[in-house]
């Protein structure tokens, strides 16, 4: 996905959490730049800045970062000769979206769940855990039970 001229993405959105492979053929490039950094942070304050050399291949140079947290991400290129392509002055901010659970289910099964206040509460165990418990002593009953009862050996206590 472009979002911005001479700046692709691998993915339609940049989402919290999730890696990004970003290929810039912007003026360092095209002015035959032989390395490539790429200076990045997230947010307003640009926060978490983090520098990452470029792979030059021959459609650009390439990099793949971490999005953490943050509403957006910031960027910024410079090359060996410390020349910078940071939009004119302006840098490329592009919007980071929240992670969200994919459905219902995963909201139900988490063992941790964070709430508003950012404390981290447990859950309990997953459903999905004490459901596999359950057909596991299900089917141990029926592997000893069955047998005894088709071949007439089961007896039943008897109460006093």
């Known amino acids: 996905m472009e979002l911005v001229k001479n700046i692709f ?3 339609d959105k940049i989402i919290e959490g999730n890696k990004v492979k970003i290929s810039y053929v912007g003026y360092l490039f095209q002015n035959g730049s032989e390395e490539v950094y790429l200076h990045y942070g997230f947010g307003m304050n640009w ?7 470029m792979e030059k291949t021959e459609l650009g140079f390439q990099c793949e970062i971490d999005i953490l947290d943050g509403d957006s991400l910031n960027l910024c290129y410079h090359n060996e000769n ?3 392509d940071n939009n004119l002055g302006q840098n490329y901010t592009f919007s980071i979206e929240k992670k969200e659970l994919e459905n219902d289910f995963e909201e139900e099964t988490a063992l941790v769940v964070t709430k508003e206040n950012g404390m981290q509460m447990h859950k309990g165990l997953r459903k999905t855990y004490i459901w596999s418990k359950k057909i596991k002593l299900a089917i141990y009953k029926l592997i000893t039970c069955v047998p005894k009862i088709i071949s007439g050996n089961y007896k039943r ?3 006093e």
């Open 82 to 84: 410390n020349e910078w």
């Open 157 to 159: 206590k008897v109460s």
């Open 9 to 11: 993405f691998n993915t």
């Open 47 to 53: 926060d978490n800045v983090s520098e990452v050399k």
